[in-house]
């Protein structure tokens, strides 16, 4: 059975930063700033064995707060209250430096019931010499105890191993087969990532609010989702909403938006989100852009669609529109007419909030992510290049017509070609997508990136390279 240790404490503890020691990575963003943490980070410490960081316990009680930062704070103890519940250790960490504090007595009290899975971590005590009261900490009854400094990784190899001892026995690490592909939902600010992943989960797994940035962390998770066409197996990540880099306003924003750029770079599948009322903005523009550049396959999901159905119902209408079909239709038109870059990429609409289409939109993330293993066919590519600059052929400054002698595919995830031809100056980004369109509709790869590789030769050239290669066999 896989065992789960949970970081608790009041903000600015350390919890994020023992967090990162322990893990021996940086993967939770760590700042001076109360409140950093929001949705509970997890990650595997040994196969079997999973570490929780959780957000800061009781922040509304030290700072005036609007009542929506309110609300959103109160989720964030309640993602605490649940992961004390279902850990089976409890790591209470402390500051050691300023001694206990009301929040502290609070939140013993609270883990008091919980005893027997409690260690209490007396952080911040950097160095053998420095003065502190740990009787201040014991009196709260822990029977477990152990000092530490996550920052100068000092005593945190010895709980490290004391944390090893917890992990079940005989867990092999997955395989290459096993392993899940990682899908990564990303999207503006506040158009319905984090209820996307609870609607996929089936459970408020990350934290929903209207306040703009509430996911700093990608909040990681592994989804078994039972269909009725079947069961989905995905490593789902939620990601901060990214903007563009003009607009990141604070270091904690610029730690956010690497974060989730670092998550694209290694997913698997991107599913983009975008407002249905909103329609295509330049931010998404933007954030498809790079989705592409960064070479991966990408959904576009139009979200909160039950909002767009409400406006036709019992005769009201969206200016424009006489039916929500004809608006379906405008919307996909207008997703494809701003991002054509991506493809033919699939659009899925849907609804986080009423599950609508959920299912459909796994079938197409596994569809998508099995069709980037393909191996094309060397005569097919060369027919199929035939064929497209039959149809569109570039021109150079000098009027010179563009050729192709010889193409091949060179790699995949995503897919790479190689073009020996007369002149590779001068192609530009307009015939690149109008050959990965043409790519992805006859080898039926939707959504896959293909990336364009041109080698000038002579056409006197090539045809002696070819003729002393026929000789050799």
Not at 232 to 241: K, N
Not at 324 to 336: H, I, M, P, Y
Request: net charge positive; with cysteine; hydrophobic share 40%.
């Amino acid at each position: 059975m896989s065992q789960t240790i949970a970081i608790v404490g009041r903000p600015n503890v350390g919890k994020s930063r023992l967090f990162n020691a322990l893990l021996k990575k940086r993967l939770a963003i760590v700042h001076d700033q109360p409140g950093i943490t929001r949705d509970s980070n997890t990650e595997d410490l040994v196969p079997g064995l999973t570490l929780v960081d959780t957000g800061g316990w009781g922040l509304r009680k030290i700072k005036d707060v609007p009542k929506e930062t309110e609300e959103l704070f109160n989720a964030v103890e309640a993602q605490v209250d649940l992961a004390i519940e279902a850990a089976d250790m409890v790591l209470f960490v402390v500051d050691g430096r300023t001694g206990p504090s009301a929040l502290d007595d609070q939140i013993a009290k609270k883990l008091r019931c919980h005893s027997e899975k409690v260690m209490l971590i007396i952080n911040k005590i950097d160095r053998q010499d420095t003065v502190f009261d740990e009787g201040e900490f014991i009196k709260y009854g822990f029977p477990r105890w152990q000092v530490v400094s996550a920052e100068h990784d000092r005593g945190i190899e010895g709980l490290r191993n004391n944390l090893l001892k917890l992990a079940p026995a005989d867990v092999p690490a997955p395989s290459k087969s096993e392993r899940r592909p990682s899908i990564a939902i990303l999207g503006r600010p506040n158009v319905g990532k984090s209820s996307l992943t609870n609607a996929l989960l089936r459970k408020n797994r990350a934290i929903v609010s209207s306040v703009s940035g509430t996911t700093r962390d990608p909040v990681s998770v592994e989804l078994d989702y039972v269909g009725k066409k079947g069961t989905y197996h995905f490593r789902l990540v939620d990601t901060a909403g990214l903007k563009a880099r003009a607009k990141v306003s604070s270091p904690v924003e610029v730690f956010s938006q690497m974060r989730a750029r670092d998550i694209l770079r290694k997913a698997d599948v991107a599913i983009l989100v975008i407002d249905a009322l909103d329609g295509v903005t330049s931010q998404d523009k933007a954030l498809a852009g790079e989705i592409q550049k960064a070479g991966k396959p990408i959904i576009v999901v139009v979200n909160k669609w039950d909002l767009a159905a409400e406006q036709f119902k019992e005769g009201a209408k969206i200016e424009g529109y006489e039916t929500l079909k004809d608006f379906e239709t405008a919307c996909r038109e207008s997703v494809e007419g701003s991002l054509f870059f991506t493809a033919l990429a699939p659009i899925i609409f849907l609804s986080a909030k009423e599950s609508f289409n959920l299912e459909k939109l796994l079938q197409e993330a596994q569809n998508v992510e099995s069709q980037q293993d393909k191996t094309l066919s060397t005569p097919e590519i060369n027919k199929l290049l035939t064929r497209l600059l039959w149809k569109n052929s570039p021109r150079n400054a000098t009027g010179k017509i563009f050729k192709v002698y010889y193409a091949a595919q060179t790699g995949s995830r995503p897919y790479y070609l190689r073009l020996f031809c007369n002149q590779a100056a001068g192609i530009n980004d307009s015939f690149r997508r109008y050959l990965s369109r043409g790519f992805a509709e006859h080898f039926e790869t939707p959504g896959c990136p293909y990336f364009f590789s041109f080698v000038s030769k002579p056409k006197r050239e090539w045809a002696k390279e070819n003729h002393l290669r026929g000789r050799r066999k």
